[in-house]
T-cell receptor, first 114, second 117 residues
């Protein structure tokens, strides 16, 4: 069963504009949700996570994400995009077992043009 | 650099050959994970160690794949009789012990890109 969906393969935005990268999940219970970023020929870098508490989570490099339980979404946002934000972004969910495997979406390629 | 390291970064091999990859996790992390990432896909879980014990294996991990973590520190992933379908990026990650939120934050290495000709 699909645990995480990233409905957009690509997102294009002009520098200085706000950006949103979408993620929806489908797991039972209370999920732990993560965003990772991948630059070319690099491993995944952790951006932010939602465990519990405030639905708005702030992370690295000015990114934030909003957890919406009713819509089962965890969209990544940034108020003002930079060209250097161009990368591949992955949403991931931890299902709450004790074993810790992450389930990743297919990724969204973000391109910020000058 | 005290992050997760992987060796080699690139490996080209011929079909039918055996290959072995190494992962060195962050030193205080007792949990270690292997993932496989193919083009256009997110990473897919392969296996997980807590210290030296292999606690979970994905169905993706066929009998040609074996992973070890003999002393609870570095880990190796071996693929025997490689096939062209094994071509992928193999990612290693590690995380802290425990059950709290920090234990779920996985730190990834740069990956080993395998090409099977």
């Amino acid at each position: 069963a699909q645990s995480v969906a990233q409905p957009e393969d690509q997102v294009n935005v002009a520098e200085g504009n706000p950006l949103t990268v979408k993620c929806t999940y489908s797991v039972s219970g209370n999920p732990y949700l993560f965003w990772y970023v991948q630059y070319p020929n690099r491993g995944l870098q952790f951006l932010l996570k939602y465990i519990t508490g405030d639905n708005l989570v702030k992370g690295s490099y000015g990114f934030e994400a909003e957890f919406n339980k009713s819509q089962t979404s965890f969209h990544l946002k940034k108020p003002s995009a930079l060209v250097s934000d161009s990368a591949l972004y992955f949403c991931a969910v931890w299902r709450g077992s004790t074993l810790g495997r992450l389930y990743f979406g297919r990724g969204t390629q973000l391109t910020v043009w000058p | 650099d005290t992050g997760v390291s992987q060796d080699p970064r690139h490996k080209i091999t011929k079909r039918g050959q055996n290959v072995t990859f190494r992962c060195d996790p962050i030193s205080e992390h007792n949990r270690l994970y292997w993932y496989r990432q193919t083009l256009g896909q997110g990473p897919e879980f392969l296996t997980y160690f807590q210290n030296e014990a292999q606690l979970e294996k994905s169905r993706l991990l066929s009998d040609r794949f074996s992973a070890e973590r003999p002393k609870g520190s570095f880990s190796t992933l071996e693929i025997q009789r490689t096939e062209q379908g094994d071509s992928a990026m193999y990612l290693c990650a590690s995380s802290l012990p425990g059950t709290g939120p920090l234990a779920n934050e996985q730190f990834f290495g740069p990956g080993t890109r395998l090409t099977v000709l």
